[in-house]
């Protein structure tokens, strides 16, 4: 299983930004795929996920509205377009890919996923 994302940059508060995650090595719809961020003294934080089971789609509370997950079975990606962007929205980002189906604890700081790629930095400046 690979992940290998791409697409972070540094970019103004307010701007847009769409980050990808290039999946290879397994069956893109025999897994959740997701992103976390990581940003420096903070706890790391589950984004967004697009559940394998009924397509169905999950963002935390602090992006709801301003991001939106995607895929491209085709091309086994997964995109995050990220709209109105803070400067709290600066972190590294991973892709994420569970076997099981989502619980309530994906995302959570000590969630285990079961693999991830080498992350993309996203620096918003203010």
């Known amino acids: 299983v690979q992940l290998v994302e791409s697409g972070g940059d540094l970019v103004q508060a307010g701007g847009s930004l769409r980050l990808s995650c290039a999946a290879s090595?397994?069956?893109?719809?025999?897994?959740?795929i997701g992103w976390f961020r990581q940003a420096p003294g903070k706890q790391r934080e589950g984004v967004s996920y697009?559940?394998?089971?009924?397509?169905?789609?999950y963002y935390a509370n602090s992006v709801k509205g301003r991001f939106t997950i995607s895929n491209d079975k085709a091309k086994n990606t997964v995109y995050l377009q990220m709209n109105s962007l803070e400067a709290e929205d600066t972190a590294v980002y991973f892709c994420?890919?569970?076997?099981?189906?989502?619980?309530?604890?994906?995302?959570?700081?000590?969630?285990?996923?079961?693999?991830w790629g080498q992350g993309t930095q996203v620096t918003v400046s203010s």
């Open positions: 994420t890919a569970d076997v099981l189906p989502p619980t309530t604890a994906w995302g959570t700081p000590g969630y285990e996923y079961d693999y």
């Open positions: 090595g397994f069956t893109f719809d025999d897994y959740t």
């Open positions: 697009i559940n394998k089971g009924d397509g169905s789609t």
